[in-house]
C-alpha cells in the first residue's frame, strides 16, 4: 500500500513539472523579440516606414495655423502667377437646340505658396485629398459662359493636391461642364463650328493674378479615342486675352477652342435622299393619262404631305433661328417642285375641260352642217377636217359617206388618235357657208403640257442641284 501511493505521488509531480515547462515556452513564444534573418534574406534590408511612425499633424508640418490662409500668396506685392494645363477625357454632346457641349475635362493649376514650405531631407513632395483644399488658399478658378458644371465625387471627391518642399503647389480636379457655344446654322447641315471653353479668375484681377497657359499649346491635350456620332473634331488649340469689366476691371481669360465638322452622310440618307425622290415620284404624274383624276390628285397630295412632314422633322430637332439654313433651301425648293406638279394637272385637266366643250360645240356644228349638204361626187373642191382622239363613234358616223382617212396609231386596236375627215363642197350650194369653213381645222392635243412637263422639270431640279452642292460644298 505505501509504495502504491509513492507511485502515485511520484506521477503527480511528474505531470506538474511538464505543465510548467509548457507554460514556460508558451510565454517565451509571444515575448520573444523580432526574429532575426539570415543575411541573404531580402527581408534584413527592409526600412520602417517613417509615416507610421511619424507622429507630427499635416497642419503643424505645413504649419497651417500659422498663417492667414485667406489671402492670397505674397498679398499686396507682385501677381501670383498660376499656370494651368488641361487634359480633356471626352466631348460629351453636342446639342444644336440648346446651343452647347458638354465636356469632361482634368483641370491643373500650378503656383507656389512660400507659406506652404516645409522641411525634408529626401526632397519629396506631400499628397493631399480634397479636405486639405478647404483650409489653403488655392485659386478661384470659374468657367465662363457655363450653365452647368460639378466636380466628380465617386468615390470620393475627385481632387489631388500636391505640395512640394519648397512651397510649390499642383491642385488637380476632374470636371464636366456645360457651356454655351454660339453656333451659326446658316450653311447647316453642311457646316463647321468652333466652341470656345472659357477660364477666368472670379475675384483677383490681373493686378493680383495672372492666369497663364502653363506650356502653351502643349498645355491642352486630348485623348485621341474621342470621338463624337454627328461631327468629326478638326482642331484643340488655346488662347489668351485680356477681358474687361466696367465694374471691376481687367481679367486674364484662358481659351479652349476646338473646330467640328458635321457627318453629311447621316443628313444624305435622312432628309437629302427621301426629299429627292418625293420629288421625282411627282413627275410620274407627267406619265400618266389625264383623265385619271383619282390617280393625278392622290399622288400629287402624297408628296405635298410627304414633303410637309420632312420639312417639319427637320426643324423640330433645330433651334428657331430667325434666318434660312441650307436645307430649308433644298427643302422649300424641293417642295415648290411636288406643288407644281400638283399645279400642272390642274392646268391639264381645266385646259382639257374648256377644250371639249369647244369640241363638242365644233362636232354639233358640224354636224348640223353635214346634213344640209348635198351630195358631193364629182366635185372638186374638198376641205379638210382633223378630229381629237376625244370623238365618240357617234360623231364618227355621222360624218357616213364621206371621206375618211385614220391617222396611223400606236396600236390598231385602239381607237386613231385623229380622224381626218375630208368634205366634198359645191361652190354654189355652200356660197354662204364657205368663210365659216375655208382652212378649218380641228387639231387638239392637251398634252403638250404634259409632253414639256416631262423635260422642263427634271431638267431645272437638276440644274438646281448642281448649283447648290457647288455653292455649299
Not at 471626352?90 to 493649376?109: A, G, P, Q
Not at 478661384?140 to 512651397?167: A, C, E, Q, Y
Not at 476632374?174 to 451659326?184: G, L
Not at 377636217?385 to 391617222?407: C, K, Q, V
Request: hydrophobic residues 40%; contains cysteine; positive net charge.
Amino acid at each position: 500500500m505505501p509504495c502504491y501511493a509513492r507511485f502515485l505521488l511520484l506521477l503527480l509531480c511528474l505531470i506538474v513539472i511538464v505543465e510548467c515547462r509548457k507554460h514556460k515556452s508558451r510565454k517565451k513564444r509571444w515575448s520573444a523579440p523580432a526574429e532575426t534573418h539570415k543575411p541573404g534574406n531580402p527581408l534584413a534590408k527592409k526600412v520602417s516606414d517613417g509615416t507610421k511612425t511619424r507622429k507630427v499633424k499635416t497642419s503643424h508640418l505645413l504649419r497651417i495655423d500659422e498663417h492667414d490662409f485667406t489671402m492670397r500668396p505674397a498679398f499686396a506685392g507682385p501677381a501670383v502667377p498660376v499656370g494651368v494645363d488641361v487634359q480633356v477625357e471626352s466631348l460629351d454632346s453636342i446639342s444644336e437646340v440648346d446651343m452647347d457641349f458638354t465636356m469632361t475635362l482634368y483641370l491643373r493649376h500650378y503656383w507656389k505658396d512660400e507659406r506652404l514650405a516645409f522641411p525634408s531631407a529626401t526632397n519629396k513632395s506631400m499628397t493631399f485629398d480634397g479636405r486639405l483644399v478647404k483650409k489653403i488658399w488655392v485659386p478661384d478658378v470659374f468657367f465662363v459662359h457655363s450653365k452647368r458644371s460639378f466636380i466628380h465625387d465617386t468615390t470620393t471627391d475627385n481632387i489631388m493636391l500636391r505640395v512640394f518642399p519648397d512651397g510649390h503647389v499642383l491642385y488637380s480636379l476632374r470636371v464636366t461642364v456645360t457651356a454655351a457655344c454660339n453656333m451659326d446654322f446658316s450653311r447647316f447641315p453642311l457646316d463647321s463650328q468652333t466652341c470656345t471653353l472659357e477660364l477666368e479668375s472670379y475675384a483677383y484681377t490681373d493686378e493680383d493674378l495672372m492666369l497663364y497657359w502653363k506650356s502653351g499649346d502643349e498645355s491642352l491635350s486630348t485623348d485621341d479615342r474621342i470621338s463624337l456620332s454627328q461631327f468629326l473634331i478638326q482642331k484643340f488649340h488655346t488662347t489668351s486675352r485680356l477681358a474687361f469689366y466696367s465694374s471691376t476691371g481687367w481679367y486674364n481669360r484662358l481659351y479652349i477652342n476646338f473646330t467640328l465638322r458635321r457627318h453629311i452622310f447621316f443628313f444624305l440618307l435622312q432628309t437629302y435622299f427621301p426629299a429627292t425622290l418625293m420629288v421625282m415620284l411627282s413627275w410620274v404624274s407627267f406619265w400618266i393619262d389625264r383623265r385619271a383624276v383619282p390617280a393625278r390628285v392622290s399622288l400629287g397630295i402624297t408628296t405635298v404631305l410627304t414633303m410637309s412632314t420632312i420639312i417639319t422633322g427637320v426643324n423640330a430637332s433645330m433651334p428657331r433661328v430667325s434666318y434660312i439654313k441650307a436645307v430649308d433651301i433644298y427643302l422649300w425648293v424641293s417642295f415648290v417642285f411636288v406643288f407644281l406638279s400638283v399645279l400642272e394637272y390642274a392646268a391639264v385637266n381645266y385646259l382639257t375641260t374648256v377644250r371639249d366643250g369647244k369640241d363638242r360645240k365644233l362636232r354639233e356644228k358640224v354636224r348640223e352642217q353635214s346634213q344640209n349638204l348635198p351630195c358631193t361626187c364629182g366635185m372638186t373642191h374638198t376641205k379638210t377636217m382633223m378630229l381629237d382622239g376625244t370623238y365618240s363613234e357617234a360623231d364618227a358616223n355621222s360624218l357616213a359617206g364621206y371621206t375618211r382617212a385614220s391617222m396611223a396609231a400606236e396600236d390598231a386596236s385602239e381607237k386613231p388618235e385623229r380622224m381626218v375627215v375630208h368634205l366634198s363642197l359645191d361652190n354654189e350650194s355652200t356660197g354662204a357657208k364657205k368663210k365659216g369653213l375655208r382652212g378649218f381645222r380641228i387639231i387638239q392635243n392637251t398634252h403638250a403640257i404634259d409632253t414639256y412637263s416631262r423635260m422642263i422639270f427634271p431638267g431645272a431640279y437638276i440644274l438646281f442641284n448642281l448649283i447648290y452642292w457647288c455653292v455649299y460644298c
